[in-house]
């Protein structure tokens, strides 16, 4: 590891405040809707919700989305990609959906993840929420709402464990030449 970029503490600070963010924006929780991208996603967009739940006293309707099919290097990341499950229990019109996400990076998996989205409907608006921005964009994207911007070189990869997938919460910047070495 090269540097810790977000503690526990740090992470919990960055949602609160993305939460209340979300809020001012959108005048309180009616009408929104937050949806994960798989992986890491989902577990931000339920604390999301809990937040949410906890400052305005609103069940937020929580969806998540698998956009494996509609990424533009589906051929070069595996023969037999794995499949996940998109669920989206209510329907997205007359919604304003915020997209979750762990890092925005070059704005791949968010132009995949809204593809995926219209297809199953036509939200009032779509906003995007991630926890790392970390610059490089390929594609005209931006964040919404950012936990923290991480300017990064290409040679290097920012690393988001969760509780719920990884067991512990952190934020860490790796040499992409070390995450190599260890994946051998």
Partial sequence: MKAAILSADEMRRALTRIAHEILERNKGAEHLALIGVHTRGIPLAQRLAAKLRELEGVEVPLGRLDITLYRDDLSEIAR?????????PFDLA????VLVDDVLYTGRTVRAALDALIDLGRPEGIQLAVLIDRGHRELPIRADYVGKNLPTARSE???VK???TDGLDS?????LDDVRGEQA
Avoid: N, S
């Avoid at 037999?80 to 989206?88: A, D, G, Y």
């Avoid at 934020?171 to 040499?175: F, I, N, T």
């Fill in 80 to 88: 037999q990609p794995i499949i996940r499950e998109t669920e989206v």
């Fill in 94 to 97: 007359r919604r304003r959906v």
């Fill in 157 to 159: 990869v920012v690393k």
């Fill in 162 to 164: 969760l509780a719920e």
């Fill in 171 to 175: 934020v860490e910047l790796w040499d």
